[in-house]
C-alpha cells in the first residue's frame, strides 16, 4: 500500500494513489494467475499517445452512472456508487460482485465537468471480471455510460496505458479538467505471486463527445 496522495481538487484532497485503487485483483485470489496464466490484455505503447476526441460539447448535471456500455470489446454492465476508504482512498468495488464496476461517488458524475472515474476488477477465482478486457480498448472507441436522469454521455477514447501501480499518475486520473472526461481504471500487467496483486494498472482516458 502507497501513502495517501498529497494533491488536492476543488479543496478535497486526491485519492490516495494506487493502493485503493487497485486492490482491484481483490487481493487478487486469482487462480489464474496462481497457474503462471500469462494476465490480462495489455495496451500497445501507441495506444498511450493522447488523441483528442474532438468537440466535447456541453456538460451536463450531475446525475448517478447506473450502467456502462465498451461496445468494442463488448462490455455492458452495471455501475454502483463507491465511497471513499477511511484513510480517503478512492472505494473498490465489491469483490463478490466482480461484474460489476463502481463509480467514485465523491467526484464529477459521468458527464458533468471533471473526470468521473469508473474502476472495475480485472479477474477473480472464478475467471474474467468486468473490466478484464479494458487493454484491449483503443484510441476512438466508444464508451456509454446510462444516468439515473435517463440520459446518457458518450464518450470517445483518446489514450489506453498501462502504469505501473507504484507510479499510479492520481493528478492524471483525478486532477481538474476543463470539460467532461472519464477515466476507466483496473488491474493488469503480470501477477506477483509474493504479493497475490497485479503489478500494474491498465487506465483509459475518455472524452464527452455527445449525450443523449
Known amino acids: 500500500m502507497t501513502g495517501p496522495d498529497s494533491g488536492t481538487r476543488g ?41 483528442p476526441a474532438g468537440h466535447p460539447g456541453p456538460v451536463l448535471g450531475r446525475s448517478e452512472p447506473t450502467r456502462i456500455a465498451l461496445p468494442s470489446i463488448g462490455v455492458r454492465a452495471a455501475v454502483t456508487p463507491l465511497s471513499p476508504n477511511p484513510d480517503g482512498s478512492a472505494g473498490t468495488p465489491p469483490i463478490d460482485r466482480p461484474r ?18 469508473i474502476l472495475g ?4 477465482r472464478n475467471g474474467p471480471a468486468v473490466f478484464y478486457d479494458l487493454g484491449r480498448l483503443r484510441p476512438d472507441d466508444t464508451v456509454e455510460v446510462t444516468r439515473r436522469d435517463g440520459r446518457t454521455a458518450v464518450f470517445t477514447v483518446e489514450a489506453v496505458e ?3 501501480k507504484s507510479r499510479f499518475p492520481s493528478q492524471k486520473v483525478y486532477g481538474p479538467t476543463r470539460h467532461a472526461t472519464l477515466r476507466l481504471v ?10 497475490h496483486s497485479y503489478r500494474d494498472n491498465i487506465i483509459t482516458y475518455a472524452s464527452k463527445t455527445s449525450a443523449h
Do not use: Y
Open 11 to 51: 479543496g478535497r484532497r486526491l485519492p490516495a494513489a494506487a493502493a485503493a485503487v487497485l486492490l482491484l485483483a481483490g487481493l487478487a485470489l486469482i487462480v489464474q494467475a496462481l497457474r503462471g496464466h500469462p494476465g490480462p490484455p495489455g495496451p500497445p505503447a501507441w495506444a498511450a499517445s493522447p488523441r
Open 100 to 117: 460489476i464496476a463502481g463509480w467514485h461517488a465523491p467526484g464529477p458524475s459521468p458527464g458533468e465537468q471533471g473526470p468521473a472515474v
Open 121 to 124: 476488477h480485472v479477474d477473480d
Open 162 to 164: 498501462k502504469v505501473p
Open 186 to 195: 483496473t488491474c493488469g500487467g503480470t501477477f506477483d505471486k509474493a504479493t
